[in-house]
C-alpha cells in the first residue's frame, strides 16, 4: 500500500516530526513525506533515509503575514498523487489546506492540534493580550477566516486520529467535528522505553526539556526554581538545566530568557543538545519540569518517565493524560509558589523522587511506539479501500 504523508514543516525535533518518523521507520505501507519546509540540518538524521518531497518553500514564522503566506502556498498547490493508495496529513494547523486541490484521495488525518491560536482557548487568550489595535483586529479577521473554511476541510477526512483528548476537545469545542466527520479516536504518541536503561541516579538539577518557545512558559519554570532556591541554603548546589531546540523565531525569546536569569551560574541553557547529550541529562537529573501553560500531549514527559524521572508539571491539556498525580510526579496550578513546594520536596527527598521514578518507568510502558503504528496501519488498510 502506497501512503503520502503531508506535513507543512519537517524542520525541527519536535513531537510532530518524531510521529512521522515513527510511523515510516516502522510500518509496512510504503511511505513518500510530502512538505513545504524540509531542513535536513536541524532535524532528525533519519529523515535523510526516507523518501521525502519538497515542495514550494514556505515560511516558518508565525506572525500574520507569514502564516498567511505559507496559507496561501498549502492551499494553491496540487500534487499528483494518483499513484497513492492514501493521504495521512498531520496536522497542527495549516496542514488541512492541504485538501483544497488534493481531496480526490482517501484522505485521514492525525492531528496534534487544530491550529492553537484559533482552537485552543489558553493559547488564544494570551496571543490577544499581546496585541492591540490593527494587529488585534488582523488576528481576529484572520481567525474567523481560517476556522470557516477549516471547518468544512475536516469533512473530507475519512478518519481522525487525535494524540490525546485534549486536542479532540479543542476541535469539538471548535466545530471541527460533525456527524458526517466519520470515524474519530485518541492515539497516545509512545516512547523507545525497551532502549532507555535508568541509571536511578538522582543529581542535584532539574531539567526543562523540549523547545525553547514561548508556549513552553519557560519563564514560570525559572521564577519557580529560583523561588525554590531562596527557601533554604541547604539547596545552593542544584541548578536548572533547560535544555532543547531554539528555532529562528525563537531565538528572541531564548535572548529574553537570558536576560532574565542574568549572571546566575544555577541556571544554564544546553542549545539543540545531541541525542547522546540529552540522554546523559534525563539519566542523571532529579525530575523533569515541564511549565507548558497548555500542553497538546507532551512526549518530554513520557522521556523523562522511560528515565525513571519523576515530573513536575502543570494539571492541564495532556500531561493530566500521561501522568498520575503524586504516582509519577505532580500535577501542579500554573503558580510559581505550588511548583517551588514539589520541587523542594524531590530536593530534600532523594528517596522520593527515586520512588516517584519507578512508578514513572512502569507507566512509560504503557506506551508503544510498536501499537501506535500498527493501529494508524490497521486502518488505513481497512478505510482506504
Known sequence: MKVAIYYPWVYLTSGVERVILEIVKRGKHD???????????????????LKVKELSRIPVERDILSVAKAAWIIAAQKVDLSDFDALLVHSDGLGDLFLIRNANIRAFCFCHTPLRPVFDS????????????????????????????????????????????????????????????????VL????????????????????????????????????????????????????????GQVDRKSRIYLEELKEMVGERRDIEFVVSPSDKNLRTLYASCRAVLVTSFNEDFGLTLLEGNAWGKPAVAIARGGPKESQINGKTGYLVPEDEDEI??????????????????????????????????????EVLADRAI
Open 31 to 49: 511511505y513518500t513525506i510530502f512538505t513545504n519546509h524540509f531542513d535536513r540540518r536541524n532535524t532528525y538524521p533519519a529523515f535523510t533515509k
Open 340 to 377: 517551588a513546594k514539589k520541587l523542594t520536596m524531590l530536593a530534600r527527598h532523594k528517596e522520593l523522587a527515586r520512588k516517584l521514578g519507578r512508578y514513572a518507568h512502569n507507566n512509560s510502558k504503557k506506551y508503544s511506539w510498536r501499537d501506535f503504528v500498527a493501529r494508524i496501519e
Open 122 to 185: 489558553h493559547y488564544r487568550k494570551r496571543a490577544l493580550s499581546t496585541r492591540s489595535g490593527f494587529e488585534r483586529f488582523k488576528f481576529l479577521f484572520f481567525s474567523y477566516i481560517f476556522k470557516k473554511i477549516d471547518q468544512i476541510l475536516w469533512r473530507k477526512y475519512s478518519y481522525v486520529f487525535f494524540n490525546s483528548k485534549e486536542t479532540l476537545k479543542r476541535a469539538k469545542e471548535g466545530g471541527l467535528i460533525s456527524p458526517k466527520q466519520g470515524k474519530i479516536e
Open 188 to 243: 497516545y504518541p509512545a516512547v523507545d522505553w525497551e532502549h532507555y536503561k535508568p541509571t536511578w541516579v538522582y543529581k542535584p538539577f532539574f531539567l526543562i526539556p523540549g523547545r525553547v518557545m514561548w508556549a513552553k512558559n519557560i519563564k514560570l519554570g525559572i521564577c519557580a526554581f529560583i523561588k525554590f532556591k531562596n527557601t533554604s541554603k541547604h539547596f545552593r548546589d542544584f541548578k536548572l538545566v533547560i535544555a
